[in-house]
């Protein structure tokens, strides 16, 4: 089983749509986990941490479920801006990132 | 500005040629790493670095080496480059040691687009 699995999409929505991602973990010792974006080929950049209790930013809902294993990526409104990958990073000790393969998400007017 | 800046971005080389790709970040971050992105399997770590003189590796270390002389400066070296080295690699850096408690985001460079033939 891969240490962090996304799935590969593509994701297709309208504009408006509410669109969600899954990311799910293997190792329950993880301690940090991110989204992070990436157009195209070019470099990821920080979308949101995830924290224990859940956080928003903006039209973004990032939630983590330890017991499940899994954290979620939620857009709202989604937007043409929007269409990029979606990486999941976990944390796994204190050194060593995992990244995951990326879901892709294309939004269409 | 705050950035982590990668030198070259795009390299073609032949195979055996050895080659070194800079990283420098002005940030005075402690950790810093190199990863390389192929098609279906995302990012993979090379080798990452804690501090000044401390480096280890990552998943996928072998024909790479990495030196840590300066806080600021992480080359990726590739004393004898192979084709399946051709990919496109990314330094990163963060304030502190990723895993801490709150977890410290990664800063990247622009990458850098690696041929072997």
């Known amino acids: 089983r891969k240490e962090v699995e996304q799935d590969p999409g593509p994701f297709n929505v309208p504009e408006g749509a509410t669109v969600a991602f899954n990311c799910t973990y293997s190792n329950s010792a993880s301690q940090s986990f991110f989204w992070y974006r990436q157009d195209c080929r070019k470099e990821p950049k920080l979308l949101m941490s995830v924290y224990s209790s859940g956080n928003e930013d903006g039209r973004f809902t990032a939630q983590l479920n330890r017991a499940s294993q899994y954290i979620s990526l939620l857009i709202r409104d989604s937007k043409l801006s929007d269409s990029a990958t979606y990486l999941c990073v976990v944390t796994i000790n204190t050194d060593k990132l995992i990244f995951g393969t990326g879901t892709r998400l294309q939004v269409f007017p | 500005e705050a950035q982590v800046t990668q030198n070259p971005r795009y390299l073609i080389t032949v195979t055996g040629k050895k080659l070194t790709v800079t990283c420098s970040q002005n940030m005075n971050h402690e950790y810093m790493s190199w990863y390389r992105q192929d098609p279906g399997l995302g990012l993979r770590q090379i080798y990452y670095?804690?501090?000044?003189?401390?480096?280890d590796k990552g998943d996928v270390p072998e024909g790479y080496k990495v030196s840590r002389k300066e806080k600021r400066n992480f080359p990726l070296i590739l004393e004898s480059p192979s084709p399946n080295q051709t990919s496109l690699y990314f330094c990163?850096?963060?304030?502190?040691?990723?895993?801490?408690?709150?977890?410290?985001?990664?800063?990247f460079g622009n990458g850098t687009r690696l041929t072997v033939t």
């Open positions: 990163a850096s963060s304030r502190s040691y990723p895993g801490d408690a709150g977890g410290s985001p990664l800063h």
């Open positions: 670095s804690m501090n000044v003189e401390v480096t």
